[in-house]
């Protein structure tokens, strides 16, 4: 086989094998809004094709970069595989793409699963038992792990070692298994929910966190440069500053407007183009969509800004609590338009403002929150 077919079929594999473990882990939850994190079908094709392949093409994220590239350096120096890694932070900040950019710098093959897929802890044995020395295994949304597989994972990690059950019932026996040294990559997106035995079994852990317009500006320049489309600065600019500090967001919002461009006008995105393309998406300035904006309105125009438990929030918005709580809310929470009170949610003087409404008397801002419903050091 030539080369070139060989690297097609290892992408094709690739997108593949992240497709299977992107759909067990988003089988539950919705990913059909143009500014969701979540990955549909349509993203994995292109993300493939979109994913920096190197450290020093990854944009952003620079304590993390900088972290890991002396975890690997080292590494190869030592001839050794490095320590386990995890990474954390909200969906589409790059954590898989991490995970491929490490395998790539040491030169190693990689395994892609993800917590949901890995039904029994056989799962696992089956994928640990088959590694060459020093692959990269990328578990996503490891916290969703079952916990038999969970402690397999503990041993594995300290030991490199399984231990395989053998039948069933009384008569099953554990047979001790040696595996080769290998990394694993854990990505989560709920590393609250990662047990503590877990968490300290990984050397290096990486938080990742929103990109800066600036980046996303570039990022999104160098996806134009890959898609053959044809951005103007200030198009760039206006998508980044709508894309919710989230790379997968911003490539989306960028095929979108790209269509619209090809349809409508000259295919030129520029920002007049994108403006005029994120109306009819329901993309608001901030990057709001219509799940956003109706969660603030539920808070403020039917319970007046809150206090609101989550799952009467989310009946009010016809969405699942995991989907309110995941997907809407993170965004909210850090644009301060939204705050997460021990009484449940309340809207922020600047959610009044984003729907055109007068924040009531008293409520100073989400540093300084004394509107009604909020706790006083009486409640
Ligand atoms: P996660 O695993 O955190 O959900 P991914 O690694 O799948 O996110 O990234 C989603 C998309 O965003 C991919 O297409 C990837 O190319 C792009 N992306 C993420 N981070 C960066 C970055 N720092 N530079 C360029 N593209 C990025």
């Known amino acids: 086989m030539t080369r070139r077919a060989d690297e097609d079929e290892l992408a094709a594999r690739e997108a593949e094998a992240l497709d299977r473990a992107a759909a067990a882990r988003d089988a539950d939850r919705d990913a059909d809004r143009v500014v969701s994190p979540l990955a549909d079908a349509d993203d994995r094709v292109i993300e493939t094709a979109l994913r920096p392949k190197r450290l020093a093409d990854f944009v952003g994220q620079q304590r993390v970069r900088d972290q890991l590239s002396l975890v690997l350096e080292s590494a190869v120096r030592r001839g050794r595989p490095p320590d386990h890694v995890l990474l954390s932070g909200p969906p589409g900040l790059g954590k898989t793409t991490i995970a491929m950019i490490i395998a790539a710098e040491l030169g190693t093959p990689m395994r892609i699963t993800s917590g949901p897929a890995i039904e029994r802890s056989g799962d696992l044995a089956a994928v640990l ?19 038999p597989a969970e402690e397999m994972l503990y041993l594995a990690m300290e030991d490199f070692r399984v231990d395989v059950v053998v039948g069933k019932g009384p008569g099953a026996t554990a047979i001790p298994l040696d595996i080769a040294p290998f990394t694993l990559v854990g990505a989560t997106t709920r590393s609250g929910l990662l047990p503590a035995p877990l968490r300290d079994r990984f050397g290096f852990t990486a938080h990742m966190d929103f990109y800066q317009p600036a980046e996303l500006e570039i990022i999104i320049r160098r996806s134009a440069g890959l898609l053959g489309v044809t951005l103007r600065d200030d198009g760039a600019a206006e998508l980044a500053g709508r ?79 995991e989907t309110v709580e995941v997907v809407a809310e993170p965004f909210l929470v850090r644009r301060g338009l939204l705050a997460r009170t021990p009484r449940g949610r309340v809207a922020t003087p600047a959610a009044w403002e984003h729907l055109g409404l007068t924040p009531p008397e008293g409520s100073t801002g989400p540093g300084g929150l004394t509107g009604p419903g909020m706790p006083t050091l009486f409640d």
């Open 129 to 147: 038992s088959t590694l060459t020395e020093g692959e990269v295994v990328f578990i996503d949304e490891i916290h969703r792990l079952a916990r």
């Open 243 to 321: 894309s919710r500090g989230t790379p997968r967001i911003a490539n989306r919002l960028l095929r979108r407007v790209r269509d619209y461009a090809e349809v409508k006008g000259n295919g030129v995105v520029d920002r007049a183009v994108a403006r005029a393309a994120l109306e009819l998406y329901e993309v608001d300035e901030q990057g709001l969509d219509r799940l956003d904006r109706a969660v603030l309105d539920a808070l403020i125009r039917r319970y007046g800004g809150g206090p609101v438990g989550l799952s009467t929030l989310a009946v009010l918005v016809g969405e699942e609590a």
